[in-house]
């Protein structure tokens, strides 16, 4: 059983004027997600800017999530770290408050070998008990997870469930879908690859985009699953432009921007993370009002 299929919803931290987290806002936030299709509330991942809170914060953001969400839809922690005993602590205290899974990045900066992702993994997830999805962005953290890492990790580990794959490398991800053979579920961590991921048997997509368009991205998915691919690809093509520009930047900076057009106010951005560059903003506001969002 998948922990969710469908569209997760990276969501962003929203910051008052004085920095701080504005926990008013997030609940803003949760509930617009949840009122138009968001299928996961994926809490303090890259996109929520969990690099810049500390531990007291980012457990506060867990916990309140849990809480404003109230069993609505699964509530995925991110709670990777690239020093093993913060990654242990955190998923513990996110267990604690009652999260429904955990996201966990390959350690950053000082990476791993593959059997240092095995032992970093192995001793991270078996510190809990609920489900673990594995996140593998190198463009991000310098490290792959490769898919004979992966499928090892899923034999080992009891709960070690699925991975969110934001590798890009479509080849590699199809290796994966082959070795794995339905072991590990498999979630889109690109919103321009929701499509061919889900046509290698993947069950959804972690989603920057669904910050801005829930229902368009949760109806992506929903179309696949329901045997709608035409529909499904439709919606995929249409979105291609807006996912790029919610790239052309380093994510989450053009995606606060774009909620801020939208007026939620989500506030500025930690740094060292600096205001979107006025021309790619520009072209941001133009491809959002195609898209119908302005």
């Known amino acids: 059983m998948a922990i969710f299929k469908g569209a997760g919803v990276a969501i962003v931290t929203p910051f008052t004027e004085d920095y701080q987290v504005n ?18 509330i994926i809490i303090c991942g890259t996109t929520g800017e969990s690099s810049t809170l500390t531990h007291e914060e980012h457990l506060d953001c867990i916990r309140f999530a849990i809480k404003k969400t109230n069993k609505r839809v699964p509530v995925i922690a991110g709670t990777g770290s690239n020093c093993t005993e913060t990654a242990v602590y955190l998923s513990k205290e996110a267990q ?9 990045v390959t350690p950053y900066y000082n990476k791993a070998t593959q059997n240092g992702l095995k032992e970093h993994f192995t001793i991270t997830a078996n510190s809990v008990e609920i489900p ?30 699925a991975i969110k794959e934001a590798s890009g490398d479509i080849s590699q991800i199809a290796k994966l879908a082959y070795l794995a053979d339905g072991m590990l579920d498999i979630y889109s961590g690109n919103d321009d690859q929701i499509v061919p991921i889900l046509s290698l048997g993947g069950v959804g997509v972690i989603s920057v985009l669904s910050n801005i368009a829930p229902k368009k991205t949760h109806d992506i998915v929903e179309n696949y699953l329901n045997g709608n691919v035409k529909q499904s690809a439709k919606l995929q093509l249409e979105a291609i432009p807006l996912a790029k520009a919610l790239f052309s930047e380093v994510n989450p900076i053009p995606v606060k921007t774009a909620l801020n057009m939208m007026g939620f106010q989500v506030g500025d951005l930690r740094r060292p993370l600096t205001p979107m560059e006025e021309e790619n903003k520009e072209k941001l506001k133009k491809v959002m009002q195609e898209y119908g969002i302005l």
């Open 23 to 40: 926990f008013d806002k997030l609940g803003e936030l949760i509930d617009f997600q949840i009122e138009n299709g968001t299928d996961a």
């Open 96 to 104: 604690k408050a009652g999260a429904d899974a955990l996201l966990l």
């Open 132 to 161: 673990i999805v594995l996140y593998n962005v190198p463009s991000r953290t310098g490290c792959n997870i490769l898919p004979e890492t992966a499928v090892s990790l899923a034999k080992n580990v009891k709960n070690i469930v």
